[in-house]
T-cell receptor
Framework: EAGVTQFPSHSVIEKGQTVTLRCDPI?????LYWYRRVMGKEIKFLLH????????ESGMPNNRFLAERTGGTYSTLKVQPAELEDSGVYFC???????????FGQGTRLTVV | TQLLEQSPQFLSIQEGENLTVYCNSS?????LQWYRQEPGEGPVLLVT?????EVKKLKRLTFQFGDARKDSSLHITAAQPGDTGLYLC???????FGTGTRLKVLA
């Protein structure tokens, strides 16, 4: 069975551009989480989907970030327009039951220059 | 802001030694998770502890949840080079992660 997959693995964009990150959770996992690690800091929660609904988006930094999970399958996280401080590694995780993100993807390393 | 402080931040030990990593908070958590992360990979869940005072064992790893559910520890017996990695604790209140302990086990 495939694990959580994220695409792309790396992305380098210029400040002001738009980037869309994709996460494919493990099939059947209703819970999907996005996290971010900025260099030197701990992993920070961004938001949590239950199926297609946003259960908790309190960690989203600002309105330049938009997460969607249409149909309750894969999810996208769009950053528009990107700023330098958005650089970091974005992780996606999924779980069958709510409470703890059990399975993480390998992350997308975003660099904004 | 809820914080999970881990100590030590870095640890370098010889193969065969024992070690303990700590995860502390001023907040009560309904459960705590421990993960290990290797370079270029996402965190891998090792264990979830739920009940205050709970002890769970995973081969040479022993996890303990504090009685008040504010802290946890990870003890590794006879560490091996394969244990090298970043150890993270996380609490399910707002799904926050600890600051991490980077462990290196030398052969």
């Amino acid at each position: 069975e495939a694990g959580v997959t994220q695409f792309p693995s790396h992305s380098v964009i210029e400040k002001g551009q738009t980037v869309t990150l994709r996460c494919d959770p493990i099939s059947g996992h209703d819970n999907l989480y996005w996290y971010r690690r900025v260099m030197g800091k701990e992993i920070k929660f961004l938001l949590h989907f239950v199926k297609e609904s946003k259960q908790d988006e309190s960690g989203m930094p600002n309105n330049r970030f938009l997460a969607e999970r249409t149909g309750g399958t894969y999810s996208t996280l769009k950053v528009q327009p990107a700023e330098l401080e958005d650089s970091g590694v974005y992780f996606c995780a999924s779980s069958q039951i709510q409470g703890a993100p059990a399975f993480f993807g390998q992350g997308t390393r975003l660099t904004v220059v | 802001t809820q914080l999970l402080e881990q100590s030590p931040q870095f640890l370098s030990i010889q193969e065969g030694e024992n070690l303990t990593v700590y995860c502390n908070s001023s907040s009560v958590f309904s459960s705590l998770q421990w993960y290990r992360q290797e370079p270029g990979e996402g965190p891998v869940l090792l264990v979830t502890v739920v009940t205050g005072g709970e002890v769970k064992k995973l081969k040479r790893l022993t996890f303990q949840f504090g009685d008040a559910r504010k802290d946890s520890s990870l003890h590794i017996t006879a560490a091996q080079p394969g244990d090298t990695g970043l150890y993270l604790c996380a609490g399910t209140y707002k799904y926050i992660f600890g600051t991490g302990t980077r462990l290196k086990v030398l052969a």
